[in-house]
């Protein structure tokens, strides 16, 4: 890393970190980047160093992935935390590339608000794809259904007007309207399940899984893009329909919060203003994703 600029070493990161993610987040997300065409050569020496490649699709921004050497690199740096997952190619970024720089933009809406308000919200403070086993190992398998991905965790310190900082967590579920709405609602019950998880395995403490992870059970933040505006809207309420009718997630209420916004309306408005809509409970206000109080939850 000796041999990088300090962006090309802040940008090599963020590729690495976030998987796949276009130019201009890039440019975005590091606080010390340039205009546009200079950001553009520097990730092109990258590009020549073999450190990162890129894929461009038709209508689609210029997506960067890590390639092996440059992962390599990072985690010899020892800068963040080794991440447990393949290095994506050209077929990968074809198609999950919109997916992921989708929830790039879910963090870059956080970020935006935490630069404004003087909050904490890095460009590193979400995690993609992060897995939690919701059943046990040896009990059931272990199959690849026991495990529930979040698209995302994400870390945000909030300034209160009093001057008190809290931390919030978030699982963030990015759905493009690829999936029907009820294997969606499906897959948002693995939440409960993973909050009730308790590891029945010898050695295991008795506590909920999630409590060796998170101080607090982190808020699940459903994300719809890749629709118009009113197909999301409708999408959204029939999201929430499912949630109520599921009588798991629906006796979950007062344990579990889950909330659903779209990300034209998160990166217009921001995460403090009221634009999300609760999926569980008889309230469905829209409100602010921090405006319950860190009671049982972050």
């Not at 970190?17 to 065409?37: G, Y």
Request: charged letters at 20%.
């Amino acid at each position: 890393m000796a041999s990088l600029d300090p962006f090309q070493r802040d940008a090599l990161v963020l590729v690495y970190w976030h998987r796949m993610i276009a130019t201009d987040q890039i440019r975005h997300l590091v606080t010390s980047a340039k205009p546009l065409r200079t950001v553009q050569h520097r990730l092109r020496a990258l590009r020549r160093a073999g450190l990162i490649e890129a894929v461009h699709r038709y209508h689609t921004p210029l997506t960067w992935y890590v390639t092996k050497e440059g992962a390599a690199l990072v985690e010899a740096s020892g800068i963040v935390d080794t991440r447990p997952f393949r290095v994506a190619g050209p077929s990968m970024v074809e198609l999950f590339g919109q997916h992921a720089l989708d929830v790039v933009e879910t963090g870059r809406a956080f970020l935006d608000t935490a630069r404004r308000h003087d909050h904490g919200c890095g460009p590193l403070a979400w995690t993609p794809e992060v897995a939690h086993r919701y059943r046990d190992q040896r009990v059931h398998g272990g199959a690849n259904r026991d495990v529930l991905v979040a698209d995302a965790v994400l870390h945000y310190t909030l300034v209160e007007p009093t001057g008190r900082r809290s931390q919030r967590t978030f699982f963030i579920e990015l759905d493009r309207a690829t999936m029907p709405v009820a294997r969606l609602a499906a897959k948002l019950r693995n939440y409960v399940r993973y909050h009730d998880y308790v590891p029945q395995y010898p050695g295991a403490t008795g506590r909920p899984a999630w409590q060796e992870r998170y101080p607090r059970f982190p808020r699940v933040l459903v994300v719809l893009s890749g629709a118009a505006e009113h197909v999301l809207e409708q999408r959204l309420i029939d999201l929430r329909a499912h949630a109520q009718a599921d009588s798991a997630m629906a006796l979950a209420s007062d344990r579990v919060r889950m909330l659903a916004t779209t990300l034209d309306r998160l990166r217009a408005d921001g995460p403090l203003a009221p634009i999300a809509v609760p999926l569980l409970g008889t309230d469905s206000t829209p409100i602010s994703p921090f405006s319950w109080p860190p009671t049982g939850t972050s």
